[in-house]
């Protein structure tokens, strides 16, 4: 992606933390308009974490103790919720994890969206079914009036996946955020659920963050990555960049694990990491992946800097590229 597109969501420094437990730790990120980056990483690293922090949606116990989030350009780091409130589903839209529970299942498919709707543009019940009929159309539901007087438990999986979508862009937003849209989904529906998404931003000029595990994922729809680890982001670079050539030992992990059709032997084992994603401490010093890494040396338990390969392909290790 060019760097003369627009930022519309920058994060600095961001830091998250669960009573002694730090979920993320100084994480950073920059999503441009009509961009697809995507934040990748195990579960565990904190990315969802990240999400709800941008969303101003942490759950009750999580604290934003710093960083900074801009949107448009805004500041919107202090704002309260009723402020933040106004930009929710409106200018940002927000795919959430579990399509099977994210729906209220008392009410109507219907009831659900035109909620939303009238909520940031006002107008009568009538126009805003005629809006939410329109969207689920253009996600790719037939019979989208049918649809709106149906239940969550009346929809498939992939159905309600759509659903969600179509809600999330209601209004018309400048950042989708999508987090795991594909999980629990056949491997068909996943592909139909990736192409809408890709179609939808382009058509919209959408800035997308795409917050996934599925470096396939990541591989087919991604302009840019940054991978996530024990909180913090441990590398970011373009697509392309990131995929020939991966710095940070973690990033090669991820990227071996993968098998790949035409290079991979049917006998050959995939890489692995071993070990798991640990909790880290508040006032963690080091490395998070040292305890994990075939690399490791005594100065990774000190602060550990922040490097380049290039200008746009950064990654925080003391290995050389």
């Known amino acids: 992606m060019a760097d003369g597109l627009e930022p519309v969501l920058e994060v600095e420094g961001l830091r998250v933390r669960f009573g002694a437990t730090e979920a993320v730790r100084g994480a950073g990120l920059l999503v441009r308009r009509g961009e697809t980056h995507c934040l990748v990483g195990e579960s565990g690293c904190g990315k969802s974490v990240t999400a709800l922090a941008v969303m ?11 960083g900074r989030i801009r949107f448009q350009g805004q500041d919107i780091s202090g704002l309260g919720d009723r402020a933040l409130g106004r930009l929710r589903g409106d200018r940002i839209g927000m795919i959430f994890q579990e399509p099977m529970t994210s729906l209220n299942p008392a009410y109507t498919i219907g009831s659900q969206m035109t909620e939303v709707y009238r909520r940031h543009r006002g107008g009568s019940r009538a126009a805003a079914a005629e809006r939410a009929a329109a969207l689920l159309g253009r996600v ?21 996946q759509r659903v969600m979508i179509a809600m999330a862009l209601l209004c018309g937003p400048e950042l989708l955020i999508a987090d ?29 963050l795409l917050i996934t595990h599925d470096l396939g994922v990541v591989a087919r729809v991604a302009q840019r990555v940054s991978v996530m680890y024990a909180g913090q982001v441990i590398e970011s670079a373009p697509a392309g960049a990131l995929f020939a050539a991966p710095t940070h030992p973690y990033t090669r992990g991820l990227l071996a694990s993968v098998p790949v059709p035409g290079r991979q032997r049917r006998d050959e084992p995939l890489g692995s990491i071993p070990g798991t994603v640990p909790r880290m401490p508040v006032g ?34 003391r290995l050389d590229a």
Do not use: W
């Open 284 to 317: 963690f010093v080091g490395c998070g992946f040292r305890d994990r890494c075939p690399s490791a040396m005594p100065d990774c338990a000190v602060e550990v800097p922040l490097r380049h390969r290039s200008p746009d392909h950064a990654y925080l290790c």
């Open 180 to 208: 795991e849209p594909t999980t629990a989904l056949d491997v068909t529906v996943q592909a139909g659920i990736l192409r809408l998404l890709a179609g939808l931003q382009a058509e919209m000029g959408l800035a997308l």
């Open 56 to 66: 101003g949606l942490l759950a009750k116990g999580a604290v934003r103790t710093e």
């Open 140 to 160: 790719g539901m037939a019979n989208p009036g049918l649809r709106l007087g149906q239940f969550p438990h009346q929809l498939s999986g992939g159905l309600r």
